[in-house]
């Protein structure tokens, strides 16, 4: 039901020409990992590599955030509903618009109403924007929770670009920050699939 539910919303999704970027697109970046209740992962907008494959997260900012999720042992392939909050590709990954992220939300609300899942987590500054309306800095409002759709709970979390600019691992600094994070959602997330 829920997956028919998914398909048909791609279908429309497939078609969209809501927003002039229907007219750069190679692919439409739909959705990636697995429709579930659980978890779900709401990041910026489709890339290069995403455009040409119609996936998302899979370039160097994807391969992290497999490392992230593998850390805590989480998978795309098992555990995780990865979306964008644009379906098709910003021309040179320049920020999304607000007529775009306007036009392309019903998408995004609609999958999270089908899947309503427990946990969501705003990737990177776009996704908190969008989810949270606010334009407060991602390193002020990471790893906090906060209340979303459906009873969810939201966090917050940095974009894997950002964590490839920023390669220290030491206390404090952004990829430490992030461990201490994926650390503090697995532990929200075995307490909900063990209720
Ligand atoms: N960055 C994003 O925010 N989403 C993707 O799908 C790829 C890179």
């Given at each position: 039901m829920i997956e028919q539910k998914l398909e048909k919303l791609k279908e429309e999704c497939l078609n969209?020409?809501?927003?002039?970027?229907c007219k750069t697109r190679?692919?439409?970046?739909?959705s990636g990992g697995i429709p579930n209740h659980n978890l779900m992962l709401i990041g910026e907008a489709p890339g290069y590599w995403e455009d040409q494959k119609?996936?998302?997260?899979?370039?160097k900012a994807g391969q992290l955030l497999d490392k992230i999720f593998a850390s805590v042992g989480l998978s795309r392939h098992k555990d995780v509903y990865i979306c964008n909050t644009l379906k098709c590709r910003p021309p040179n990954n320049r920020d999304p618009l607000p007529e775009e992220k306007k036009a392309c939300r019903a998408f995004l609300d609609a999958q999270i109403e089908i899947l309503k899942p427990k946990i969501i987590l705003l990737c990177g500054r776009v996704a908190v924007n969008s989810m949270l309306n606010t334009n407060i800095g991602i390193t002020k409002i990471r790893g906090k929770w906060f209340n979303g759709p459906n009873n969810s709970k939201m966090m917050p979390i940095f974009h894997p670009s950002y964590l490839l600019r920023n390669d220290s691992r030491e206390k404090g600094s952004p990829k430490w920050l992030m461990w201490q994070d994926i650390q503090e959602i697995k532990k929200y997330y075995n307490q909900i699939i063990n209720e």
């Amino acid at each position: 039901m829920i997956e028919q539910k998914l398909e048909k919303l791609k279908e429309e999704c497939l078609n969209c020409q809501k927003c002039p970027l229907c007219k750069t697109r190679t692919n439409i970046v739909f959705s990636g990992g697995i429709p579930n209740h659980n978890l779900m992962l709401i990041g910026e907008a489709p890339g290069y590599w995403e455009d040409q494959k119609g996936e998302p997260f899979v370039g160097k900012a994807g391969q992290l955030l497999d490392k992230i999720f593998a850390s805590v042992g989480l998978s795309r392939h098992k555990d995780v509903y990865i979306c964008n909050t644009l379906k098709c590709r910003p021309p040179n990954n320049r920020d999304p618009l607000p007529e775009e992220k306007k036009a392309c939300r019903a998408f995004l609300d609609a999958q999270i109403e089908i899947l309503k899942p427990k946990i969501i987590l705003l990737c990177g500054r776009v996704a908190v924007n969008s989810m949270l309306n606010t334009n407060i800095g991602i390193t002020k409002i990471r790893g906090k929770w906060f209340n979303g759709p459906n009873n969810s709970k939201m966090m917050p979390i940095f974009h894997p670009s950002y964590l490839l600019r920023n390669d220290s691992r030491e206390k404090g600094s952004p990829k430490w920050l992030m461990w201490q994070d994926i650390q503090e959602i697995k532990k929200y997330y075995n307490q909900i699939i063990n209720e």
